[in-house]
């Protein structure tokens, strides 16, 4: 099993990115699928939730009308479309299979990537 996260960078307030997680080794299809982020010596924040097949979706309040979860299980990917970022948007971002009411670690996960991290710095 292998989830790769990709896309991150550094990116002035206001602007746009794109992360994708490409998975292998289960098939995504059938796993309700998150986006969490995480700051050194913070905690980790939910921000995103697609759950399987792919017809609802769900959003932290910090991000909601800014960041746009989708999938595409032909191509056993994952994204996570982030507009309008803020300074507070930065973190080490992270895809993770499986549901977990309340994630505190991503070991609560089934599988969860390396992650990428995002800047967002003027």
């Known amino acids: 099993v292998d989830l790769a996260e990709s896309g991150g960078g550094q990116v002035q307030p206001g602007g746009s990115l794109r992360l994708s997680c490409e998975t292998s080794?289960?098939?995504?299809?059938?796993?309700?699928m998150d986006w969490v982020r995480q700051v050194p010596g913070k905690g980790l924040e939910w921000v995103a939730r697609i759950k399987s097949w792919g017809v609802h979706t769900y959003y932290a309040d910090s991000v909601a009308g800014r960041f746009t979860i989708s999938r595409d299980d032909a191509k056993n990917t994952l994204y996570l479309q982030m507009n309008s970022l803020k300074l507070e948007d930065t973190a080490m971002y992270y895809c993770a299979a499986g549901f977990v009411q309340r994630p505190k670690s991503l070991s609560e996960y089934t599988y969860r990537g390396q992650g990428t991290q995002v800047t967002v710095s003027s």
């Open positions: 080794g289960f098939k995504l299809s059938t796993y309700d």
